[in-house]
């Protein structure tokens, strides 16, 4: 079992940023591939980045690119969501996941363990 706290998560104004941070206790998260999703009201939840065990690997929906960083630091069992240039549509609650390895990691049912989310709210 991985329990995950999601913080971090607040209101800004178009442009600004924010950072969440995700903790991980019970099981390593060494042992998983970690990953962040958005759920915004009325909407499905939708895949926004995901990282390998080791970090090396990242992979991020289009929207984001450019403008979001995932990052993990295993030792602190922490995972990073590192968010530049918000826009109002990135308000949402977001989760972060954690999985196995596998060829789906922007399907958020290849996550076993998930936290109760942090609400990110952008203004224009």
């Known amino acids: 079992q991985v329990q ?3 913080s971090g998560g607040g209101s800004v104004q178009a442009g600004g940023s924010l950072r969440l941070s995700c903790a991980a206790s019970g ?9 962040w999703f958005r ?4 909407k499905e939840r939708e895949f926004v980045a995901t990282i ?3 970090g090396v690997t990242t992979r991020y ?7 979001f960083t995932i990052s993990r630091d295993n030792a602190k ?10 826009k109002p ?14 060829l789906r ?9 998930w936290g109760q989310g942090t609400q990110v709210t952008v203004s224009s």
């Open 4 to 6: 995950l706290v999601e």
């Open 27 to 35: 099981r390593t998260i060494s042992n998983y591939v970690m990953g």
């Open 39 to 42: 759920q915004a009201p009325g």
């Open 52 to 54: 390998s065990r080791s």
């Open 61 to 67: 929906t289009d929207s984001v690119k450019g403008r």
């Open 77 to 86: 069992e922490t995972v990073y969501l590192q968010m530049n240039n918000l």
């Open 89 to 102: 549509e990135d308000t949402a609650v977001y989760y972060c996941g954690a999985g196995q390895d596998g």
């Open 105 to 113: 990691l922007w399907v958020s049912s290849s996550y076993d363990y």
